[in-house]
């Protein structure tokens, strides 16, 4: 089991920069992927980035070059780092993560988090 907090949402001025943070807890072996999602009013909930544990990252274009995700050594944290932000990345930002809950199956379980919000004003 894995429950995930999310942390740093807020309003910000277009240009601006904000920082999420996502931490993990729980029982679980381990955390394959970590990411984070976005759901704008009316919208589907879209990918924004992920990460894996060796390093490897996908971007979706629309913040390619803005946003940077990182994770710390220990696994368990994933960061957002949002520059340049424009109105259209208000959003609630929702954290993912993929956990193997036991060392004898390979299978994963998905979770999220309950969301924060960012608000970018013009």
């Known amino acids: 089991q894995v429950q995930l907090v999310e942390s740093g949402g807020g309003l910000v001025q277009a240009g601006g920069s904000l920082r999420l943070s996502c931490a993990a807890s729980g029982r679980f072996f381990a955390i394959n992927t970590m990411g984070w999602y976005r759901q704008a009013p009316g919208k589907q909930r879209e990918l924004v980035a992920v990460?894996?544990?060796?390093?490897?990252?996908n971007y979706a274009d629309s913040v390619t070059g803005r946003f940077t995700i990182s994770r710390d050594n220990g696994q368990k944290t994933v960061y957002l780092q949002m520059s340049s932000v424009k109105p259209e990345d208000t959003a609630v930002y929702y954290c993912?993560?993929?956990?193997?809950?036991?060392?004898?199956?390979?299978?994963?379980?998905?979770?999220w988090g309950q969301g924060t919000q960012v608000t970018v004003s013009s």
């Open positions: 993912n993560a993929a956990a193997r809950l036991s060392g004898l199956l390979v299978a994963t379980t998905t979770y």
């Open positions: 990460i894996t544990t060796g390093g490897r990252i």
